[in-house]
T-cell receptor
Framework: AQSVTQLDSHVSVSEGTPVLLRCNYS??????LFWYVQHPNKGLQLLLK??????LVKGINGFEAEFKKSETSFHLTKPSAHMSDAAEYFC???????????FGTGTSLTVIP | DAMVIQNPRYQVTQFGKPVTLSCSQT?????MYWYQQKSSQAPKLLFH???????NEADTPDNFQSRRPNTSFCFLDIRSPGLGDAAMYLC???????????FGPGTRLTVL
């Protein structure tokens, strides 16, 4: 079975400091992993995806994530937080059969001015 | 631009009064999904279509139904909305064995 665990329900950083949002996955095969961002009352926007190519994945808005098989992790990072990054972030793994995606419980990012 | 569109963005209905939410896509993706998202929670999959093939989640209440008349459109019907059905409803699409889902902006449903 596939699943993801987002290790922090809330993260608070100061503007201009680095962001780290943690995600661990469970999968019996090489997974497809995604990070989505959701601003209040909006849909989910794809930030980046890992699909068994390069392990360091660059996404939109300066975000990137590194796939580490040995640690079963796919943490999301950004060197310098911006006020507009304040949102909910979801780590998602795709199932190896069918068309289902499995969501983490989300991490709420607060950016302090 | 290719996209996923949901209408309306905000829907108010009365307790027990049927309501239909609409989703359309210009991505020509085979798979369409409906999620329910309550406040401060992750989206919960209700069902999805692979072309005309309907796949219902085991814990989706019978009160929720869906129709997909063609590739572009998919509808969510709530036959008798209860107060607990108030939520954001998200439509998403993907290719089969697809690399990502693409989401619409959501419909915020209020039940009075």
């Amino acid at each position: 079975a596939q699943s993801v665990t987002q290790l922090d329900s809330h993260v608070s950083v100061s503007e201009g400091t680095p962001v780290l949002l943690r995600c661990n996955y469970s999968s019996s095969y090489s997974p497809s992993l995604f990070w989505y961002v959701q601003h209040p009352n909006k849909g989910l926007q794809l930030l980046l995806k890992y699909t068994s190519a390069a392990t360091l994945v660059k996404g939109i808005n300066g975000f990137e994530a590194e796939f580490k098989k040995s640690e079963t992790s796919f943490h999301l990072t950004k060197p310098s937080a911006h006020m507009s990054d304040a949102a909910e972030y979801f780590c998602v793994v795709k199932g190896n059969t069918g068309n289902q995606f499995y969501f983490g419980t989300g991490t709420s990012l607060t950016v302090i001015p | 631009d290719a996209m996923v569109i949901q209408n309306p963005r905000y829907q108010v209905t009365q307790f027990g009064k049927p309501v239909t939410l609409s989703c359309s896509q210009t991505l020509n993706h085979n798979v369409m999904y409906w999620y329910q998202q309550k406040s401060s929670q992750a989206p919960k999959l209700l069902f999805h279509y692979y072309d005309k093939d309907f796949n219902n989640e085991a814990d989706t209440p019978d009160n929720f139904q869906s129709r997909r008349p063609n590739t572009s459109f998919c509808f969510l019907d709530i036959r008798s909305p209860g107060l607990g059905d108030a939520a954001m409803y998200l439509c998403a699409t993907s290719r089969p064995s697809g690399r990502a889902q693409y989401f619409g902006p959501g419909t915020r449903l209020t039940v009075l």
